[in-house]
């Protein structure tokens, strides 16, 4: 891939491409605190397995409390300067604690598409390890009865509560206006190295400093509310329409097409703009079969970001119908190919000289052929997902 630019807006410009909209979806008797208001009480667990409540936090002399999640790119652009927060300012006083709103199963695979992982608990372990988070990590979205009590609306969503834990602050973290990430040159096998430049962030306004600040010296906080940006609360009743895209996306038509040898070329060069994970796979192959659903789930996350799942059948001509049938098993509405060659070591040859032979065998192929991620044998999922990712760009 040559001089290619990734750039993904953040906080206020992917407001409007993410899904933060009127509170149409949030429970009819829904508050936000007012300023002035004791903190709830909650008791939930943390991606360290420990059970919190707000005794835990009981010393601080200000007690900060962010509402966020792992899928919102929003969210994602905050968890630096969250982490910051709790670092500098955990010796003066200021106690941060983080809370996942979402139920995970509210949560429609093509919301997933600026992400490695989803809003469950279990990845929200993957996601603290990863980050190295020091600040304890809640998990709210099984009764969702937290996030309720203080009335959140979106992701990331602030509350900041004095020594008496009454609200004295509630909104946006700060008024963050742009940040964009860049790669440039060629893009690497390594995709977190692909990223050269980043563009710092225009903040006019750190209101949730602000507001620390001004409580720390006992002064009063002079801005108590500002508008927030974000992706909005996965409240249980969306489930539904999780469910609804499911069964929208399996009911796409499902076909195969043969490919030959100049095929196969054209494929691997990837004149396109677009990624393409391509897997060859066969019906008689066990593992290629059990994997299949995982490549599904990645093709309805991220093709809306331009990646296209292509798989490739090696099962003979005259066995189309027993690949057929698997692919309408698994519902692989994908660009689905039958290899047609007089010569599979040319064929294979054309598409990555690498590849040893084995089935199943995965490839990420960059617009102008460069393989970014090649495996032998069965995924893992989230690998594949980090690949793609790191290559479409996360944002800051």
Not at 45 to 68: C, E, I, P, Q
Not at 161 to 190: I, P
Not at 256 to 265: A, R
Request: hydrophobic fraction near 40%; charge should be neutral.
């Amino acid at each position: 891939m040559n001089r290619r630019t990734f750039a993904v807006a953040s906080a206020a410009s992917l407001l409007a491409l993410q899904n933060f909209r009127p509170a149409w979806g949030d429970p009819a008797d829904l508050k936000t605190l007012d300023i002035g208001a004791k903190a709830p009480e909650f008791q939930l667990v943390g991606v360290d397995d420990k059970t919190y409540t707000l005794k835990n936090f009981a010393s601080a002399k200000v007690l900060v409390v962010v509402f966020t999640c792992n899928h919102c790119p929003t969210a994602q652009a905050y968890e630096s300067r969250i982490a910051t927060l709790h670092a500098e300012y955990k010796a003066k006083g200021v106690a941060v604690v983080v809370i996942s709103p979402n139920d995970d199963q509210a949560v429609r695979l093509d919301e997933l598409g600026y992400t490695d992982v989803g809003d469950g608990f279990a990845d929200m372990k993957i996601r603290a390890n990863e980050r190295k988070f020091a600040f304890p990590y809640l998990y709210d979205g099984d009764t969702q009865k937290t996030a309720k009590a203080y009335g959140v609306l979106a992701t990331p969503q602030v509350y900041v509560f004095d020594a008496e834990r009454k609200l004295r602050y509630v909104g946006r973290f700060d008024d963050t206006e742009v940040a964009t990430r860049r790669a440039k040159g060629d893009v690497s096998e390594g995709a977190k190295t692909d990223i050269t430049e980043l563009e710092s962030p225009l903040i006019k306004s750190p209101d949730t400093v602000n507001a620390v600040k001004a409580l720390l010296a006992g002064k009063p906080v002079l801005v108590e509310k500002t508008r927030i940006f974000g992706c909005s609360t996965k409240w249980s009743d969306k489930r539904k329409d999780a469910v609804a895209s499911l069964a929208k996306w399996d009911a796409e038509p499902v076909a195969l097409e043969p490919i030959d040898d100049k095929g196969i070329l054209k494929l691997a060069k990837n004149a396109t703009d677009q990624l393409l994970l391509v897997n060859l796979w066969a019906s008689w192959c066990g593992p290629c079969v059990a994997e299949m659903p995982e490549l599904v789930t990645i093709q309805r996350m991220y093709r809306g970001r331009n990646v296209k799942l292509v798989t490739i059948s090696m099962d003979l001509p005259d066995k189309r119908e027993d690949a057929l049938k698997v692919l309408k098993e698994n519902h692989v509405s994908a660009t689905n190919y039958l290899v047609h060659t007089d010569d599979r070591d040319k064929f294979a040859e054309a598409l990555d000289k690498d590849w040893p032979g084995p089935l199943p065998y995965t490839l990420l192929i960059a617009p102008g052929g460069k393989i970014l991620y090649r495996k032998v044998g069965a995924i893992e999922p989230i690998d594949v997902k980090r690949a793609i990712v790191g290559v479409i760009g996360r944002t800051y």
